[in-house]
């Protein structure tokens, strides 16, 4: 970085811009009534030239008596486009707020596991992907090229661009038995290490860049900020409560070298299904199987691959794929080299171990065959399209028809009723507490989970199926039928779950629009859901996710939802969910959330600029203790600019302790700023306290600018008062406020 | 129960201040605030803020006393506004006092959850305890109301003009003769 | 007409600080008088009794003389003659007199209708909760066109009008067909275009002002045969505050 003798001149943060006028009164009713002056000077002279019938004197420029508190705005020098041509209803969208619900949207993706032959992970493991064949696919799966085509349960058919699965290798799924929370284990603690790290990395891009700005001036989501939340909505491992994480499809691969291939491709199955591979029992064993052949290009006969493709294809039906790749390494220097695009989406534990990596230098990031990536891309887009979706598609009509439908009937509804008046009957001894003793029957309660294949656990699924098809309409009413249900059986887990997707998709949902009432019923929502995860199952890790969906999705939402949005960022400081870092990235959340909020239909009101503002300088303060001047000096700015609006003067507050707070912030921002770029604030001339320098020269730009001001506007207004005698003048020296009167 | 009441002239400039605590229920009558004393600012800054919903309510809520409007959840502060018609605008900041056993805490501390409610039992029988009861919101109102009084006898004064810091020793003392009666 | 007194004033501000010296000097004997230290605190008249401690509505229904309002007028009015440049300046300057009255009279007139129970503010309410600030024009209006001339006059205003021309929706009429500041005052030929009432059009602008309607109001003569010093009060709102009646309106705030 700039170390002192380069002398390259030093540039100031933008927050710095010159030191404010700061007026020592700006009372409505001014002393020397230099505005009013002036406008009334304007108006006898617009009069004057007029026809003799005031009655009829111009309209076209009405001068107001400025003094009017609500004439501030017409006044202030900030654009005022911005702000009333984005009255529509859906102002949240403009502040990148899409881009965060795509993430949202994103990270409920189907995850698809990889079971591969050795001879498979061998040959890939020759490519350079010491992780096997799933390390090789998984970035690519995130992202699938072109158009998917859904199809919603009512028929109609929407494309998206952004869906996306995750691979997981079959080997790790649920091996880390879900419960294991020790200190440093827990994923909470990890993503503040991601974070620190992130924060700690000087060149990376997050911890020195300012965030940038999109067109419309609205400041974009910081990139921390999506960090944050990437690694908060992948660091939730498979569990029986929500099927998110549970396998929707197996890749089940083997390779042309494979000696036995429909033996090996046999025995890979029955791995699945017994054995030590052998998923855990809450999983539903009921999903799809994918058989993936791949040929080496380099070593083998082609003929005699798509022979054996046929055969596959005979034997195992449709869900097949033959993948042509290269078995040798790439390397940058081959002609036809692409990079591997960076996985995304990784838990905050593989992140950890990642960036560590990347600091001892030994993570080469790999390179693959232009062809290879080509293959690879088009194999995932059929994966998906072609059976992936279809499957889900299937899977989710059928158990509508077959489980739903008859749950929401009249006998589904008699029959949960029913179950609860004899659970009240049956279960008197358990007291006011619970409704009922034991409930259906079908909660385990000593292990915690619903039987796969109890109609509790496929609704479950059902509606976490239409949530990753994004027919949320679809998984708003499934979660909604079964979240009382889970409180009945005391299966807290799932109850929270439940309603936290209840909720989410309620949100996500672009038709449920913002009747009042609904949003009352989400923030309900949320609030059992937080409960029932922090209070009944002491599961911080999922009330933080509820939390943080909570705060993005009501952002999203825009109008009076913002406010809501921002309580809950409010609640998660309060729990103490997250570390140091993250409580200040909730505080600009805060702020960014009372940003968003913009007045409402042409009014004036509405906007919580003061609150926006007020929220970026407690994270400007937070910032400067951590020592991050430059993320200090990004909130400082957008507080000012969020304050521009509201305030007289640009930078003066009208209360002393605030002004003296962020006086003080402002110059500790610069201070420390300077200081981290390498240059020593001490080494000015005569600055033996920075402190004290700093505020006479902001005392003197500040005297300096007011008489400047007072020179612009007082004397217009002296030159028109025409005859004023030599008293009128004296009063623009603040003597004493008699003067008026005299003058008067 | 600490109270921190200002009046704001209609361009946000502050024309008068006061720290107060309550006085009723054994209460001595000296604000202690949660912040620490380094951060008075906080109370500044939490009234600044709820200018935005002054200013909100202002238009749809034409009573001269608007109740309590606004809340600062990490400090439990609550404020109640009523503007004069000549838009002046008094505000009032309460806060309920921090738990015995929690620490002095700053922002964003978690020992601030869910002290609002387990205080109201801890200050017993000060009018006030609680800070949106009916109770309250009527006792809000008398103070506002007896402070109205004075501000219009200060507003009635030709040596004063509106949108100056009202420095009358007899109206700091009667603003807290109200304090004392009322909250 | 304007450069000679443009160019003086320019030349006081140059000599600015040394005639502020010598005008203090001459004010130091009188001055000493009503200012009072702000070390030494108020200064307390002999009978303890401050302004706080006198009731506002002693003299709610005390009249003032009518000839020493009359003669307290016209001191006014020749006060703001002297140094004017012409009636524009002059009407400005009652104009400017009025206004911080106005704002004086909105709080003082809300105090004297909440804490009594007699409805001063709206005939029509009956019951003893306090008066809402208007939000509408023709609340805020209505409130002047009565409560305010009842406290200033006596009795209401004669006409409320709203102009009838497309091109202007900002602008009302408050007509007062005797106008008490006027009656003993009678304008000189040559200066046939003053209406003194300017004085009433800056209570009123103070009023409209307070309460958050930024407006300009004007007095002008439209003499009738039965009323010849008939005064036509011309209120025109600002473009924020017919932005913010649309937006009222379109919310149903009443």
Not at chain 1, 116 to 126: F, P
Not at chain 1, 224 to 231: M, N, T, V
Not at chain 1, 442 to 457: C, M, V, W
Request: charged fraction near 20%.
């Amino acid at each position: 970085m700039t170390s002192p003798g380069d002398g390259t001149p030093v540039k100031p943060p933008p927050s710095f811009s010159p030191g404010p006028a700061r007026a020592t009164s700006k009372s409505r009713y001014p002393d020397g009534q230099e505005v009013t002056h002036s406008i009334d000077a304007e108006l006898a002279e617009a009069r004057s030239p007029s026809s003799p019938t005031p009655l009829s004197a111009t309209t076209a420029e009405l001068p107001i008596r400025s003094a009017s508190p609500h004439a501030r705005s017409v006044r202030s020098s900030t654009p005022q486009l911005a702000r009333s041509s984005l009255g529509s209803p859906f102002d949240g969208r403009f502040d990148g707020s899409e881009d965060i619900r795509s993430l949202i949207i994103r990270a409920f993706s189907p995850t698809v596991t990889v079971h591969a032959s050795e001879d498979t992970d061998e040959l890939v493991r020759n490519k350079g992907f010491r992780g096997g064949f799933c390390e090789l696919i998984r970035p690519f799966g995130e992202t699938v090229p072109g158009k998917v085509i859904i199809r919603d349960s009512v028929g109609s058919s929407r494309a998206w661009e952004d869906y996306g699965v995750r691979f997981v290798d079959l080997k790790g799924f649920g091996r880390s038995p879900p419960g294991r929370d020790s200190a440093r284990d827990s994923p909470l603690a990890q993503i503040e290490e991601v974070l620190e790290k992130q924060l700690n990395s000087a060149e990376g891009p997050i911890g020195s860049s300012v965030p940038s700005k999109d067109v419309l001036g609205f400041p974009a989501t910081t990139p921390l900020c999506k960090l944050f939340l990437r690694q908060l909505l992948s660091s939730t491992s498979a569990a029986p409560h929500e099927t998110f994480g549970h396998p929707v499809a197996s890749v089940i691969t083997i390779s042309s070298r494979n000696p036995a291939p429909l033996e090996t491709l046999r025995q890979l199955y029955a791995e699945s299904n017994t054995g030590d591979k052998r998923l855990p029992e809450w999983v539903n064993q009921e999903y799809l199987r994918y058989y993936v052949l791949i040929h080496d290009e380099e070593r083998d006969d082609i003929t005699e691959s798509t022979k054996l493709y046929d055969q596959m294809k005979r034997h195992f039906g449709l869900h097949c794929h033959l993948l042509r790749l290269r078995s040798s390494q790439c390397v940058v220097t081959d002609d036809d080299s692409v990079q591997v695009p960076q996985c995304e989406w990784l838990s905050p534990q593989r992140t950890v171990i990642r960036e560590t990596l990347v600091d001892l230098g030994t993570d080469d990031t790999p390179y693959l065959f232009d062809s290879d990536a080509t293959a690879i891309r088009s194999f995932i887009r059929e994966l998906i399209v072609q059976s992936v979706i279809p499957f889900m598609e299937n899977r989710v009509a059928v158990w509508n028809d077959q489980v739903a439908s008859r749950r929401r009937g009249i006998s589904g509804r008699f029959m949960s009723m029913s179950r609860r008046w004899a659970g009240f009957g049956s279960g008197s001894r358990s007291g006011i507490g619970g409704s009922s003793g034991s409930g259906s029957g079908n909660y385990d309660s000593d292990q915690h989970f619903y039987s796969p294949d109890s109609p509790e656990a496929i609704l479950r699924k059902m509606a976490d199926f239409a949530v990753m098809l994004r027919d949320w309409k679809l998984s708003a009413s499934t979660y909604e039928m079964i979240r009382s249900d889970f409180g009945n059986d005391k299966a807290w887990k799932y109850h929270a779950a439940a309603h936290e997707m209840c909720a989410v998709s309620t949100l996500l949902n672009p038709m449920a629009m913002s009747a009042k009432i609904k949003l009352e019923s989400v923030d309900q929502m949320f609030e059992t859901a937080c409960y029932s995860y922090l209070t009944r199952c002491s599961d911080p890790t999922h009330a933080l996710r509820c939390l943080a969906l909570a705060v993005e999705l009501l952002k999203s939402r825009g109008g009076s939802a913002t406010e809501s949005a921002a309580r809950w960022a409010m609640r998660v400081m309060d729990f103490g969910l997250v570390g140091s870092v993250g409580q200040i990235l909730f505080m600009e959340r805060v702020a960014a959330c009372y940003a968003s909020k913009t007045p409402a239909g042409g009014a004036k009101w509405g906007a919580r600029r003061r609150k926006a503002g007020m929220w970026s300088l407690f994270a400007a303060d937070q910032w400067l203790k951590l020592g991050k001047p430059n993320l200090a000096s990004a909130c400082v700015e957008e507080a000012e600019r969020l304050y521009g609006e509201v305030l007289e003067t640009d930078g003066i507050f009208p209360m002393p302790e605030m002004q003296t707070f962020v006086d003080n912030l402002r110059h500790a921002v610069k201070v420390e700023y300077l200081e981290a770029r390498g240059f020593d604030a001490r080494d000015e001339p005569a600055t033996e306290d920075p402190l004290d320098t700093e505020e006479t020269s902001e005392k003197l730009e500040k005297i300096d600018k007011r008489n400047h001001r007072r020179s612009l506007i007082g004397l217009p207004g002296q030159l028109d008062a025409g005859n004023l005698k030599m008293t009128a003048t004296v009063r623009d020296s603040e003597n004493s406020p008699n003067d008026d009167f005299e003058r008067a | 129960m600490s109270y921190y009441f200002t009046i704001l002239s209609p361009t946000d400039t502050p024309i008068f201040n006061i720290a107060f605590g309550t006085s009723k229920g054994g209460g001595d009558g000296i604000a202690r605030f949660r912040f620490p004393d380094t951060a008075q600012y906080m109370n500044q800054f939490i009234i600044h803020s709820s200018l935005d919903i002054v200013e909100e309510a202002q238009w749809t809520n034409g009573g001269m006393y608007l109740k309590h409007i606004d809340t600062y959840p990490p400090a439990a502060a609550y404020i109640s506004a009523f503007l004069t018609p000549s838009g002046a605008r008094f505000l009032l900041l309460h806060q309920p006092p921090q738990l015995p056993s929690g620490s002095s805490s700053g922002l964003g501390s978690s020992s601030l959850l869910g002290s609002s409610a387990s205080t109201t039992r801890a200050s017993s029988s000060s009018v006030a305890a609680n800070p949106t009861s009916p109770q309250t919101e009527e006792a809000v109102r008398q103070f506002m109301n007896e402070v109205y009084e004075s501000y219009v006898k200060t507003s009635m004064s030709p040596f004063y003009k509106q949108g100056m810091e009202i420095k009358s020793p007899v109206f700091r003392t009667k603003v807290t003769g109200a304090g004392k009666k009322w909250l | 007409m304007a450069a000679p007194p443009r160019h003086s004033s320019m030349m006081s501000t140059s000599n600015a600080g040394t005639l502020q010296s010598s005008t203090t000097d001459r004010q130091q004997a009188p001055q000493q008088l009503p200012t009072p230290q702000p070390t030494q605190g108020l200064r307390v008249p002999s009978n303890r009794k401050t302004i706080y401690d006198r009731h506002l509505n002693r003299s709610r229904n005390a009249e003032s003389s009518r000839a020493s309002f009359a003669y307290l007028f016209g001191e006014m009015v020749t006060y703001a003659q002297r140094r004017v440049t012409g009636i524009q300046d002059l009407e400005k300057r009652l104009n400017e007199q009025g206004y911080p009255l106005g704002l004086r009279l909105l709080d003082l007139l809300f105090y004297r209708s909440t804490s009594t129970s007699s409805s001063a503010l709206s005939s029509s309410s009956t019951s003893s909760s306090p008066p809402n600030r208007p939000l509408r024009i023709i609340t805020l209006l209505h409130l002047i066109h009565g409560p305010l001339w009842r406290l200033l006059f006596q009795r209401s205003a004669d006409a409320l009008e709203h102009s009838v021309s497309p091109d202007t929706p900002n602008e009302y009429m408050i007509t007062d067909n005797d106008p008490l500041v006027n009656t003993y005052i009678s304008v000189p030929r040559e200066m046939n275009m003053l209406n003194c009432a300017a004085f009433v059009a800056g209570i009123i602008e103070g009023v409209c002002d307070g309460c958050g309607f930024e407006a300009k109001v004007s007095a002008h003569n439209q003499p009738t045969e039965m009323w010849p010093s008939r005064t036509v009060f011309l209120v025109r709102f600002g473009d924020s505050v017919m932005e913010r009646e649309k937006v009222l309106e379109r919310n149903g705030v009443k």
